[in-house]
């Protein structure tokens, strides 16, 4: 069975500072990978994903992860933070496209600092 | 275009009563599921739905019923709430041709609260 760790319930930065948030799965099958975001009081977003192809995935907000199939990770990294970055973020796995189920981590909250 | 609706937004229930919360979605989506949010466990998924008459269970279903008579709808029935069903529900829905490659669309959620 599938399963996602994200490392670190809470990450604080300053605002301009590198946004590094870990996530690490393990999965039987080459898996799909998401990253999601929430922002207070709303339902999750898709911000980017991995299914096949290039490791190197860019989202939106300028948000970008790498696939690393050797370290069985999915950081998700932005070069600069904004305020308007600080939300909820979940790393989510599924085992291919012939599985319906979607495995969420616990989630990381971001906060940035002026 | 309202995506995926979710009604009620809050509710607060005694324990042992019944309720059913309302998702709709207008996109012709045939999969359909409910989460639950809980503070540091995630989203976990309760049940889903691949197209109407078809549902099936998630990794938290007990205590929690569905049915999906029509595509658009998935009300998520609890039968006698219990303090431990306290939670954030949403639901979401996608293409189910796609599996999980397809961008999954979540509602805005709705607090629950049993006392």
């Known amino acids: 069975a599938q399963s996602v760790t994200q490392l670190g319930s809470h990450v604080s930065v300053s605002e301009g500072a590198l946004v590094l948030l870990r996530c690490n799965y393990s999965?039987?099958?080459?898996?799909?990978l998401f990253w999601y975001v929430q922002y207070p009081n709303q339902g999750l977003q898709l911000l980017l994903k991995y299914t096949t192809g290039a490791t190197l995935v860019k989202g939106i907000n300028g948000f970008e992860a790498e696939f690393k199939k050797s370290e069985t990770s999915f950081h998700l990294t932005k070069p600069s933070a904004h305020m308007s970055d600080a939300a909820e973020y979940f790393c989510?796995?599924?085992?291919?496209?012939?599985?319906?189920?979607?495995?969420f981590g616990t989630g990381t909250r971001l906060q940035v600092f002026p | 275009n309202a995506g995926v609706t979710q009604t009620p937004k809050f509710q607060v229930l005694k324990t042992g009563q019944s309720m059913t919360l309302q998702c709709a979605q207008d996109m012709n989506h045939e999969y359909m599921s409910w989460y639950r949010q809980d503070p540091g466990m995630g989203l976990r998924l309760i049940h889903y739905?691949?197209?109407?008459?078809?549902?099936d269970q998630g990794e938290v279903p007990n205590g929690y019923n569905v049915s999906r008579s029509t595509t658009e709808d998935f009300p998520l029935r609890l039968l006698s709430a219990a303090p431990s069903q306290t939670s954030v529900y949403f639901c979401a829905s996608r293409n189910h041709r796609g599996g999980t490659a397809d961008t999954i669309y979540f509602g805005e959620g709705s607090w629950l609260t049993v006392v």
């Open positions: 739905s691949v197209g109407a008459g078809i549902t």
């Open positions: 999965s039987s099958v080459p898996p799909y």
């Open positions: 989510a796995v599924s085992e291919g496209e012939d599985t319906d189920k979607l495995i």
